[in-house]
């Protein structure tokens, strides 16, 4: 199949936390990301970091910087870097190819694929193996997830972006080979909370409410405690019980009233 003059082809790339089987989106209160119950669903996103040598970066690099031209003549390409002494993200220029991806310790690229689901299942990325038969097809294979590691061809679709007043190309996963399949890996175990001035905390004073009852038992039942409810006697039991005011027979289901408002 001819690629079309927006796409771009890479082989033998690794991938990382690839989020493709179901369109995903981020939980605002826990900060994970929560698989979508529908492929239709507006909010979600499709993602996926490809790892690649530094010659692909650069293919894709020079390739993303044409088409920005193309698309914003006489525009400057900011993008967002994380300063180290604040944390907070400044707009900066892009002045080389190595700015639109993050090195590797091992000499190689990382750059993220994602596209939203507009709300249309067509937006969904491709997955085929080496027998050009496509997987992770609901009917045949409904748990299957590309896992962390797995090795790959990919076409990436790039896309001209403008918001804000900023311009700047969105790289898309479009579709993917798979060549091996790594092993899922078990998530890692919760890091140990490290207590570095134990032996020198002070000790906290109890509050009133604990030097009153600190020493009574707490019970420990599931059940509600039962409460007896007694009937207070009347503070004027000498007084007259009151007559019973007469109500208007439309409040009572009878005919209703004839006045017109």
């Known amino acids: ?3 079309k003059d927006n796409q771009i082809r890479f082989t033998n ?8 089987d179901m369109p995903y989106k981020q939980n605002s209160a826990t900060g994970q990301w929560d698989k979508c119950t529908s492929i239709l669903d507006e909010d979600g996103k499709y993602e996926v970091i490809i790892k690649f040598q530094p010659e692909q970066a650069e293919e894709l690099a020079a390739k993303m910087s044409a088409m920005f031209k193309e698309n914003f003549p006489g ?14 993200d400044n707009d900066v220029p892009v002045k080389k ?9 091992d000499g190689r690229f990382q750059r993220k694929l994602q596209i939203k689901t507009y709300g249309t299942p067509t937006t969904k990325p ?3 193996d080496q027998h050009f038969e496509q997987i992770g097809v609901p009917e045949r294979e409904p748990e299957f997830e590309m896992t962390t590691g797995s090795m ?20 898309r996963p479009e ?29 906290k004073e109890k509050s009133e409410g604990a030097q009153i009852f600190g020493d009574m038992e707490v019970p420990t039942t599931s059940e509600p405690i039962a409460r007896s409810t007694v009937e207070a006697a009347s503070p004027f039991p000498q007084a007259e019980k ?5 109500v208007h027979p439309s409040v009572n289901g009878g005919p209703e009233d004839e006045i017109p408002f």
């Not at 009151?242 to 007469?246: G, Q």
């Open 97 to 105: 190819w190595q700015d639109l991806f993050k090195e590797t310790d």
């Open 152 to 171: 790959i061809n990919c076409v990436v679709d790039l896309k001209s972006w403008t918001y804000g007043g900023k311009h700047g190309i969105s790289t």
């Open 1 to 3: 199949m001819q690629l």
């Open 126 to 128: 491709k997955i085929f």
């Open 242 to 246: 009151k007559e019973d005011i007469a």
């Open 175 to 203: 579709a993917f080979m798979v060549l091996t399949r790594a092993e899922r890996k078990p998530p890692p175990e919760p890091a140990q909370k490290l207590d570095y001035f134990g032996d020198l905390a002070q000790p």
């Open 75 to 88: 525009k400057h390409w900011l993008i967002k870097v994380r300063d180290p002494e604040t944390g907070g």
């Open 13 to 20: 790339v690794e991938v990382l936390w690839p989020r493709l």
